[in-house]
């Protein structure tokens, strides 16, 4: 049988969760996690946004194709 292990994140997760958290703090953490990934994909837009040296011109442009 091939266990499969948690990642890091999970483990941090479930130490977390073993705790009986109230409905706000769940929602805040929830939300909080949402930024986190919502900023690293911004950023990562960024930086290809930059490499590829586009301009809000650009972006203009393909909106209105």
Do not use: C, P
Not at 38 to 46: C, E
């Amino acid at each position: 049988m091939n266990a499969q292990r948690l990642s890091n994140v999970q483990l941090e997760l479930l130490k977390l969760y073993s705790t009986n958290l109230s409905q706000e703090d769940l929602l805040d953490i929830k939300r909080l996690l949402a930024r986190y990934f919502a900023q690293k994909a911004i950023d990562g837009a960024d930086k290809i946004w930059e490499e590829k040296g586009l301009s809000n011109a650009d972006m203009k442009k393909w909106l209105n194709e």
